[in-house]
């Protein structure tokens, strides 16, 4: 190792605890972006991480989304002119600052924006860690490169250690990145002078076992509303004389997928590109545990249920899915009220894989839906929002040097894995910039990702750390 990377390391094992100090404090701004009454916190979160990368040398600032009509919040900006004598690659690090709701409340075992350091492990178990919401998605994994920014500066004077560097940390990850396209067009300019993105929001494979990301879902998300009745009705007047819109819901629905857990649609998997031998190769000798994944969420081996012909790590990482996430309709109170609901509605999304198009998804699904209207009823059909897959090269020179950054930080070789996830942002840079993204994750698969009581495990933020710490030093050397 070279003095400064080696001086780098040892400045950040001393100041692990205003590091953790530092991730605790931008852990309780409450920075919800999907509801409007966290607007000023989403704005505070943004300045605080405007300001950490200002005090290690960047030229940082918050830009503004939206419109004056319509604003969204505001998107931080940084740069770094990187050293004379660099000659690598210029580099873009996207994260979010926004966090997802708590909701129910009532599961936290502790406030979700009181973040919590246990310091304790168990067996077999969660080691010590920090509990709250944003804890590892994303905050906590903005700070392992925040933390490793800092230290570059310390030690070599030089914003980012002397390479070329972008930051954009977005501020509507989690409610849609409604924003985000436009910021991109409107910034192509400025942000096409990066060759290569780094993402820090994905997870390893396990405890101990770092990976590279080289693929994630997209994802099309809609809403269906099965509208009939002008009004709520008497159940014994009305019942078996006119359409209940929840019975005719729950009967379209469940035509979405055929005996083979396959979804119906006509078309649906026109654009899926194939899964190769060499993946399953790859993937199988990985000795993913399906069964072990499921008793963690309580459930038994024989639920390892989806698609016929593919095992469940291929389901996870090659496959798209449908689902129904939530339906609502009629009656739902204590009690007892006999009605028949006016409409009744489902959020329905679908994971997509590369080369799957979203708004291909979502129109299909939508004329399927219409000519399966049932007698009476009529449709309500909303497009929330949907990003494209991304699967990126395994052969790029960026990729590789992450690949040995992990293997010289941590001391294991970084398995290359695909996620089930989706990071939209991944398909905008790739359509609109031409840019590829390294996913550089430490997460763990029971981090409680918008649940009750996530965690950031220490031991994963220090390996991440140390990981992006080291990939500048590489980067010095491309």
């Given at each position: ?185 409107a910034n192509k300019a400025e942000l096409s002078k990066c060759s290569v993105c780094l993402i820090s929001d994905t997870g390893m494979l396990d ?135 006016a409409y009744a509605s489902a959020k329905v999304s679908f994971r997509l894989v590369a080369d799957q198009d979203p708004v291909q998804v979502t ?116």
């Amino acid at each position: 190792m070279g003095l400064n990377v080696d001086q780098v390391l040892s400045r950040l094992e001393s100041q692990e605890k205003q590091q953790i100090q530092e991730l605790m404090d931008w852990l309780r701004i409450p920075s919800i972006s999907t509801d409007p009454a966290y607007r000023s916190h989403c704005r505070r979160a943004a300045q605080w991480a405007s300001d950490h990368l200002a005090a290690s040398g960047f030229a940082s600032a918050l830009r503004e989304t939206g419109t004056q009509a319509s604003p969204g919040h505001p998107i931080v900006l940084a740069h770094t002119p990187g050293d004379a004598s660099y000659q690598g690659p210029h580099v873009l690090f996207y994260g979010h600052y926004d966090v997802q709701p708590v909701d129910p409340l009532d599961l936290w075992e502790s406030p979700p924006f009181e973040p919590k350091l246990i310091e304790t492990g168990t067996s077999g178990g969660p080691g010590p860690r920090i509990v709250a919401r944003g804890a590892v998605d994303d905050k906590g994994q903005v700070m392992m490169f925040l933390s490793a920014m800092r230290a570059w500066k310390e030690i070599s004077g030089l914003a980012a250690g002397g390479v070329k560097m972008t930051v954009l940390l977005e501020g509507e990850e989690e409610s849609g990145s409604v924003n985000l396209d436009a910021f991109l067009d409107a910034n192509k300019a400025e942000l096409s002078k990066c060759s290569v993105c780094l993402i820090s929001d994905t997870g390893m494979l396990d405890r101990g076992r770092p990976a590279i990301t080289y693929g994630v879902r997209g994802l099309a998300y809609t809403e269906i509303v099965l509208h009939a009745a002008n009004q709520d009705l008497h159940s014994g007047l009305w019942g078996g004389r006119c359409p209940n819109p929840i019975s005719e819901l729950t009967k379209v629905l469940a035509q979405l997928w055929d005996k083979d857990r396959k979804v119906t649609i006509p078309g649906f998997y026109d654009r899926v590109r194939p899964l190769t031998q060499g993946e399953r190769d790859a993937w199988k000798k990985l000795n993913i545990d399906a069964a072990e994944s499921l008793s963690k969420i309580g459930l038994g081996p024989e639920a390892n249920v989806g698609e016929t012909g593919f095992s469940a790590t291929e389901r996870e990482w090659a496959r798209p899915t449908a689902e129904i996430n939530g339906i609502v309709g009629g009656y739902t109170g204590k009690g007892a009220k006999t009605v028949i609901p006016a409409y009744a509605s489902a959020k329905v999304s679908f994971r997509l894989v590369a080369d799957q198009d979203p708004v291909q998804v979502t129109e299909a699904f939508f004329k399927w839906c219409q000519e399966r209207t049932p007698p009476g009823c009529r449709w309500e059909l909303i497009d929330h929002h949907g990003g494209h897959p991304a699967t990126v090269r395994t052969d790029s020179k960026e990729l590789s040097a992450a690949v040995r950054a992990i293997d010289r930080a941590t001391g294991r070789k970084a398995e290359l894995i695909k996620s089930g996830g989706s990071i939209p942002v991944a398909g905008s840079l790739k359509s609109k910039l031409g840019v590829e993204t390294i996913f550089m994750g430490f997460g763990l698969e029971d981090d409680r990702v918008h649940s009750p009581n996530e965690k950031f495990e220490l031991e994963c933020l220090r390996m991440g750390t140390r990981s992006h710490a080291m990939f500048i030093d590489e980067l010095k050397k491309l």
